[in-house]
């Protein structure tokens, strides 16, 4: 049986059963809508900020005036957490277009939902943490910034999913996303890194990628240990050719990938520099 825990619906609680939006919602309708996955670690949430300000900037860039001041919003987060008694565990914030006429015309929406459930996650197995991850590329492209930019965290993940569904088909639980230029992107919820002569590249954010913020935290992380990082375009050459690689997201947080397509990437085990950052990392969302 699933734990019970309190679901946030527009400033008030309810239970997993009673929790509902309306079948009017475009959010469901047409996936119009954003979200932020956060964790919370001994009670506190990592970055919650960063991930405030990326949710403000996704409702911006799609037009949804944000019902609540941020002010608020922390406070409910933080609330939500607390009545959980969500000490560590994930948190998913999603604010929808409100319900409306069938048809897409948002202006015609009222009442967005913004809902947000705290509740425990294990995306990976923790082998994978020890062994790395394998990788194939999805034939599915990352969505091509002219047309929905990937910076915009929206609830449309279609093709996120389509190359996901590519990735576990081939027995891979998570798929290498190319943009629109046949360069790396990232993968279908996670940021990529390599590490090649014992320097970090990533992809930059024009190459059309979410803006992570554990990606965000690694790259500090990686410059207070002294090893460089460029954002570099990249082929997925430069995976083949890595000496490392992993991937970071909030819910995976550093997870290394030791194969591509089927290749060994460097010696086909975890490198001393993904486990660096990924105690790096442990020892900063427990400080
Ligand atoms: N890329 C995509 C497509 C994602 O969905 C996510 C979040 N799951 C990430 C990267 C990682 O972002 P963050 O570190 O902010 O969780």
């Not at 997993?16 to 309708?29: C, M, P, W």
């Not at 001994?42 to 409702?59: D, N, T």
């Not at 914030?93 to 409306?100: I, M, N, P, Y």
């Not at 015609?108 to 996650?121: H, L, M, V």
């Amino acid at each position: 049986m699933s734990k019970q825990i309190s679901i946030y619906i527009n400033g008030e609680y309810f239970s997993r059963e009673d929790a509902k939006v309306s079948v009017f919602d475009h959010g469901l309708l047409y996936g119009d809508g954003v979200f932020e996955g956060m964790r919370a670690y001994s009670g506190k949430v990592f970055r919650l900020e960063e991930h405030l300000i990326r949710l403000w900037e996704s409702a911006l860039a799609i037009g949804l005036k944000m019902p609540i001041s941020m002010e608020q919003l922390t406070e409910d987060v933080n609330a939500t957490v607390a009545k959980n008694e969500l000490v560590d565990g994930y948190i998913r914030l999603v604010v929808t277009r409100g319900s409306g006429p069938l048809g897409l015309d948002p202006f015609k929406c009222s009442n967005p939902q913004i809902i947000i459930i705290a509740d425990s996650i294990t995306l990976y197995p923790e082998s994978f943490y020890t062994d790395g991850l394998d990788l194939v590329t999805a034939s599915s492209i990352r969505n091509h910034p002219g047309a929905l930019s990937p910076r915009v965290k929206s609830l449309n993940y279609l093709n996120n999913i389509l190359a996901k569904m590519e990735g576990l088909r081939a027995g891979c639980i998570e798929a290498l996303m190319l943009n629109h230029k046949g360069e790396v992107a990232e993968c279908t919820g996670d940021n990529i890194f390599v590490v090649k002569n014992g320097a970090l590249n990533t992809p930059p954010i024009d190459a059309g990628i979410l803006e992570g913020i554990t990606r965000n935290a690694v790259i500090e992380l990686a410059e207070e240990a002294g090893i460089d990082t460029t954002e570099l375009p990249m082929t997925r050459h430069d995976i083949y050719t890595a000496d490392e690689c992993f991937l970071t997201g909030s819910a995976a947080e550093v997870i290394p990938a030791v194969r591509l397509d089927g290749r060994d990437i460097g010696d086909g085990k975890p490198g001393p520099i993904t486990k660096q950052l990924n105690e790096a990392f442990r020892a900063l969302v427990r400080a």
